[in-house]
Structure formats: C-alpha cells, structure tokens
C-alpha cells in the first residue's frame, strides 16, 4: 500500500472524540534494568545519544500536532494486526514513539484490559495522562511508567503483547530490545513492531548531500541510519520469536517547504540523535538545502513530498500449541517424485 497524505489540509480528517469516566492510573519511575538473564546488552556499539533523543521527545510532547495523520495512519496499520488474531491479549504493553496515537486509537482491539505506557521522556508520559480523559476506550487499566526500551523494567512472561509503533529504531542495541519483548512476553503472546526503513526522507538525504557538497566540500551525517528490509526478518530470528512476518508500507507526506518538514519532524521527536553528529548546520547549507529540494523535488502544485518506509514486524514467543517446521531430512516424498505426478513434462 502507498499512502498519499496531505498533513495539513485537516478539514478532510476527522476523529470522534467523546469524554469517558476517569480511568485509575500511575506514573512510575523506573530503574534501568534489563529482562536479561545475563543483564548485558548484546552490542557495545552506542550509535545514538539517548539522553539527547530523551530531551527531543520532551520537546515533542509540546510541539505534538493533534490527530498527525501520517503518525494515525501508521498506528492504525499496526493495531489492525490485532484484528486479525482470534485470541485477546488481556495484558499490553506499549513502548515509546507514537504512544499518544496508539492509545487513542485501540478502540476495543486485542481484548486488552490492562495497558502499560512506557516512554523515557517524562513530558511525553504527561501528556499521554492528560489526554486519557478524552480516548475512547472503555474499561481499560492503564499505568504509565517512565523507563527505556534498552533496559525493560518488567518481569519475564509478565504480559501479552508488546506494541512499538515508530520507537525502535532509535536504540542502540535493537536486537537485544527486542529480545527483551520476546522475554517479556507470555508464551504465546506476540510482539507487533513498526519502525522506519531505510527509504525514509530519501529526498532528504539527497538534498542535504547535494548541499553539503555544494556549499561546505564535504559530507557530515545529518540523517540516522536506519534497518534495511531485508533486516527486518533477521532481527525477529535472532531475537527468537517464532513465525516472523515483515511487511512494508511507503507513505508519502506533502509540505508546503522543507522547514515545515523539518518543523513536523521535530514535532514527532524524529529529528537527528546521533552521536557521531556536527552540532551546528552552516545557515547558508540549510537554505541551499531547502532550494535543492524544492528544485528537484516539487510537485506541480508547489508542495514537496517526503517519503516515509514504515516496516513492520510481528513475531510470537514460542508456545507448543504454533506451528513448527518439520526436522531437516524427514520428508518422506521427494521434489522428483512430485514432479513426476504432477508435473507438466517440461
């Protein structure tokens, strides 16, 4: 599916919102520790500065944008995989990016009763209370926790589902998070995972280069690395889930300038986190920057679009009951033999 979002002509969107009764819930302030046995991380290399991405999702929670529909659309995609499960997942838990978006549009999807909100940004955890008077979901617990995707405070087999929607692409040791899910998880609970591909803001990247070479004779990073597709299915195997599935979407996102891509950017906390990074952006190489992606880019109507690659990925923690391959070497009937019987002749 490609996407075709307009982010500001909102008269076309709509959302109905009505007051529910005031739900129990908590904030809490975790430690960092890990669902590891062995409490280690599975990677030395840090790529990203958290406590610098922490700070950027604090600056979000103000600068959020209500009903971002690019952020609702991908959200929906991810709970509709609820939908099309037959069992309930009673116990959620719902890690760190597009927490907002997910919590108001769980509706009744999965059978969840009780629901854990975690985010290391305490402002983005706030604003998430706050709003709960105004999501329509009924009869639903939820608990809010201050804490980080790399070390999960939670117990093993302590819930049913672990949602990330647009998070976890900015830790830096995402297989050993998503180990983490897949130990957090009861048998037979499923982890159902979003993250951005590395096709996002590929005309971006463009520009920016082209600016850079342009106006400085060199390159610096301005734009994180993210997974490959191809990625994707190897991360949910060396995490350990049984019955991976990825899938892909593009969406694809008008603004009227580049600064309003970058101000949307900002808004979701997706701006640059590296730690290799050069703090300061020449003022003359961000104007070429927005000239070139106009030049190159622009539609016919003036806006400039922004490709976004959402990977998504489900992967179940292994209970007797799923469905396993059969031990190499035990098949009884050979390809030849099938060919034979069935075969055109060719």
Known sequence: MRG???????????????????????????????????????????????????????????????????????????LDRLEDCKKSFPTALCLGGSLEAVRRLLGGRGGIEKLIMMDTSYDMIKLCKDTEKDVHNENIETSYVVGDEEFLPLKESSVDVVLSCLGLHWTNDLPGSMIQCRLALKPDGIFLGAILGGETLKELRIACTVAQMEREGGISPRISPLAQVRDAGNLLSRAGFALPGVDVDEYVVKYQSALELI????????????????????????????????????????????????????????????????????????????????????
Not at 19 to 35: A, W
Not at 287 to 307: K, N, Q, R, V
Request: aromatic share 10%; hydrophobic share 35%.
């Open 263 to 346: 101000e949307h950017l900002r808004s979701m906390g997706e701006t640059n986190a590296l730690l290799q990074r050069n703090n300061m952006l020449n003022r003359e190489t961000a104007l070429a920057t927005a000239a070139i992606y106009d030049s190159m880019f622009a539609a016919e109507d003036g806006t400039i679009p922004a490709t976004f690659q959402v990977i998504f990925m489900t992967g179940w923690r292994e209970h007797s009951s799923q469905q396993k391959a059969k031990r190499r070497g035990s098949a009884t009937v050979s390809f030849k033999d099938i060919q034979k019987k069935f075969g055109n002749g060719n």
């Open 4 to 78: 075709l979002l307009s982010m500001y002509q909102r008269s076309s969107w709509s959302l109905w919102r009505r007051t529910t009764t005031n739900e129990p819930y908590r904030i809490l302030l975790s430690g960092s520790f890990s669902t590891d046995p062995d409490g280690n991380q599975s990677s030395k290399v840090n790529i990203f500065d958290r406590q610098l991405k922490r700070k950027q999702r604090d600056r979000a929670a103000w600068l959020m944008r209500p009903n971002d529909s690019f952020v609702d659309a991908v959200a929906e995609n991810l």
